[in-house]
């Protein structure tokens, strides 16, 4: 997300996409909706939207299919869903959630995730379904250089295999890992993850957006959180839920705790990317430690504001 890299129409796209997104969610929470179904919403509509790395637009692995992760956590229950490498359910969002409300299981991968999912009448699609053109074309620039490639961030976010740390590969390449985190009226905290995963990456291969404590998490006591960025990392670090075990533990505030998770933590190990998080009191914090994440936020009665870089200057109010 290079900014040099980006159009006045490309930034406006994004802006116009998130603003979209915010504001139905926006509304149902408005409306007494739950942190749950607010998150669900949210995700559902970014995995529909082309520009984002999930649903459709979601990037190609190396074999040129599809495989995507989701997952979705209630943090009133501790209740959690999540499905991993499906590639005909047309919003992986919604199997997460039916994973976790109509099974006793917390994560379901592959063939069997989707036999479940045609079971609970979810939506299926060719795989087709998933597939843009720009994401084919940023797997045929990956697949030249033989990276795994983040969609990430713009200075592209490139893992060379075998030998990691290379230079980045393409300044055009975007963040794209979809997440959602809210707090309802009721107190209820909900985060939900939706992904592609990283363009290039192996057919099996899964991040860290599925993994609970990782990608995803939320608990009522401490915060709603959900990454984006380098999977493996992110898994190592158990990022999501590091977060949550320092503000338990040590009490530090949300935003001390997400900031040192992205800013230490995660580079410590080589880790790039950032996260979306609320507390239980309605802090925010959107760290990241790439040049720019995709986000937003709305809050009840006042107008949503989206923003790509990391200057506040650039945050858009409609
Ligand atoms: N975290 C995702 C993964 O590793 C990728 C991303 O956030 O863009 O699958």
Not at 79 to 93: E, Q, S, T, W
Not at 128 to 136: G, I, K, P, V
Not at 217 to 228: E, G, L, P, V
Not at 243 to 252: P, T, V
Request: charged letters at 20%; a negative charge; glycine letters at 10%.
């Amino acid at each position: 997300m290079s900014r040099s890299h980006i159009s006045a129409e490309q930034n406006a796209a994004y802006h116009a996409a998130l603003q979209a997104i915010l504001r139905p969610a926006q509304l149902l929470l408005a409306g007494g909706g739950s942190a749950l179904d607010a998150v669900s919403l949210a995700v559902e509509l970014l995995e529909d939207c082309p520009l984002f790395n999930a649903g459709h637009g979601a990037v190609f692995t190396h074999d040129e299919t599809h495989e995507l992760d989701a997952a979705v956590m209630d943090g009133a229950t501790l209740r959690a869903g999540a499905v991993a490498c499906v590639n005909h359910v047309r919003r992986p969002v919604r199997a997460a959630r039916a994973v976790m409300e109509h099974s006793a299981h917390v994560l379901l991968v592959g063939a069997g995730a989707e036999a479940f999912a045609r079971e609970q009448g979810l939506e299926m699609v060719s795989p087709d379904y998933f597939s843009t053109e720009a994401r084919r074309e940023q797997l045929r620039r990956a697949l030249a250089t033989d990276a795994a490639v983040l969609d990430h961030d713009g200075a592209a976010l490139v893992f060379r295999t075998p030998a990691p740390g290379a230079a980045p590969l393409d300044e055009g390449r975007k963040l794209g890992t979809v997440g959602a985190v809210a707090l309802d009226a009721q107190g209820n905290l909900a985060a939900a993850t939706s992904t592609g995963g990283m363009t290039n990456k192996r057919a099996g291969r899964v991040g860290d957006s599925p993994l609970i404590g990782a990608g995803t998490y939320a608990d009522n006591r401490t915060a709603a959180i959900s990454c984006t960025g380098t999977g493996e990392m992110f898994i190592r670090s158990a990022a999501a839920y590091d977060i949550c075990a320092r503000m338990a533990y040590a009490g530090m505030p949300l935003e001390a705790a997400a900031r040192e998770v992205v800013m230490k933590v995660l580079p410590a190990l080589g880790g790039r990317g950032g996260l979306i998080a609320v507390d239980a009191q309605g802090h925010l914090s959107l760290p990241f430690n790439t040049e720019g994440m995709y986000r937003g936020w709305a809050r009840v009665g006042e107008a949503p504001v989206s923003a790509i870089y990391a200057d506040a200057v650039e945050g858009f109010a409609a």
